[in-house]
C-alpha cells in the first residue's frame, strides 16, 4: 500500500497547515487512519486517529488545535493543524491499519518557528 502524504512545511507560530495523505486502495473507507509524528531526536508518537465509521482519537498535546478527518470518496485523510507551536516541529506520517498490517507513508516535514 503507497500512502502519500503531503502538506508540511514551514510555518510560525499560531499559524495553521493542512496535511493529506491518499490511499490507493479502493477498500480506504474500511481501514483507521492515524497520523504520528516523530519531533527532532525524540521517538514516534501517535498524534491523531479515526476510525472507519469516523469515531476520532487525539493526543492530549494537540486536543483542540488539530482535526483528523477523512474523505472516503477521495481515499484522502487529513490533518488539519491549527494554533501551531513550535513543539510541534516534527515529520509526520499517515498510517492505514488493517488488521494485523500497518501501513505508513513517507514523512512530511512540519516546522514550526517561533
Known amino acids: 500500500v503507497q500512502l502519500q502524504a503531503s502538506g508540511g512545511g514551514t510555518v510560525q507560530a499560531g499559524g495553521s497547515l493542512r496535511l493529506s495523505c491518499a490511499s490507493p486502495?479502493?477498500?480506504?473507507?474500511?481501514?483507521?487512519m492515524s497520523w504520528y509524528r516523530q519531533p527532532p531526536g525524540k521517538e514516534r508518537e501517535l498524534v491523531a486517529r479515526i476510525s472507519s465509521g469516523g469515531n476520532t482519537n487525539y493526543a492530549d498535546s494537540v486536543k483542540g488545535r488539530f482535526t483528523i478527518s477523512r474523505d472516503n470518496a477521495k481515499k484522502t485523510v487529513y490533518l488539519l493543524m491549527n494554533s501551531l507551536k513550535p513543539e510541534d516541529t516534527a515529520v509526520y506520517y499517515c498510517?492505514?491499519?488493517?488488521?494485523?498490517?500497518?501501513?505508513w507513508g513517507r514523512g512530511t516535514l512540519v516546522t514550526v518557528s517561533s
Open positions: 498510517k492505514m491499519t488493517r488488521g494485523q498490517y500497518e501501513y
Open positions: 486502495r479502493n477498500t480506504f473507507s474500511s481501514y483507521p
